[in-house]
């Protein structure tokens, strides 16, 4: 239970104090490195004889874009970058654990946030795609006496996303706190690797991909 408590880090003097939480101030770490690194990988790049850095660079971007190319198709490609951004920070926010930090995304408003983002994204890419007659027809489809259950889907579908994201990088914080207090030692390394790298880049991987197909299925 003390794990769903997120701390207060420090106050903003303003309304009364407002309060800077953990979860916060490691995302804005998190923005600062990768802005920094962004800069410092792309400061020198070249059309002829590029290096070894930008050649992985732009093949890990090729593949992201053919990823999501084929989940959202032609008409979702303006929201590759958001689908890039967010991947990227969802898997540094489940990784920065090993660094000593406690991951953002086990703060149940990081996690809202980022559903609450998704889906207005793709209500967002509906309407620009139908119009927003077409978007409120589709509410309708294929029948009216579905209206209800569509709108529901509205609110079920964030949740769904953040509750998933927050469960499992929660679960797997407990589980790790929980066996570095039986055996502390040795023995939990190889469950660092499963819990901290590979179910962390799984949960992000997992998002963005549901948040993709939605977005798909909006401007089809």
Same mark, same amino acid.
């Given at each position: ?11 903003i003097p ?17 923005? !600062?490195? #990768?802005? /920094?690194? &962004? =800069?410092?990988? $792309? ?7 590029? +290096? ?31 689908m890039i ?26 996690? !809202?946030? #980022?559903? /609450?983002? &998704? =889906?207005?994204? $793709? ?7 139908? +119009? ?25 579908r964030p ?62």
């Amino acid at each position: 239970m003390e794990e769903l408590n997120c701390e207060t880090v420090f106050k903003i003097p303003l309304f009364g104090g407002i309060g800077v939480s953990e979860s916060t101030v490691v995302t804005w770490i998190i923005i !600062a490195a #990768l802005t /920094i690194l &962004s =800069i410092i990988f $792309v400061r020198n790049l070249k059309v002829e004889n590029p +290096g070894k850095i930008q050649l992985a660079l732009e093949s890990l971007f090729g593949w992201l874009q053919d990823f999501f190319d084929g989940i959202m198709g032609e008409n979702g490609r303006r929201y590759v970058p958001y689908m890039i951004t967010v991947i990227l920070y969802i898997a540094v926010a489940n990784l920065i654990g090993l660094l000593g930090f406690k991951p953002p995304t086990k703060d149940m408003n990081v996690t !809202a946030g #980022l559903a /609450i983002m &998704s =889906i207005v994204l $793709v209500e967002f890419a509906a309407i620009r795609a139908r +119009g927003t007659k077409g978007w409120l027809k589709k509410f309708m489809e294929p029948m009216a006496v579905v209206l209800p259950i569509n709108i529901l889907e509205l609110f079920t579908r964030p949740l769904s996303l953040c509750m998933r994201l927050f469960g499992n990088v929660l679960g797997s914080f407990v589980i790790m706190e929980l066996i570095k207090m039986l055996v502390p030692l040795l023995v939990p390394i190889p469950f660092n690797c499963y819990f901290d790298i590979f179910d962390g880049l799984i949960q992000a991987y997992v998002f963005v991909f549901l948040t993709a197909l939605y977005v798909g299925e909006a401007v089809e």
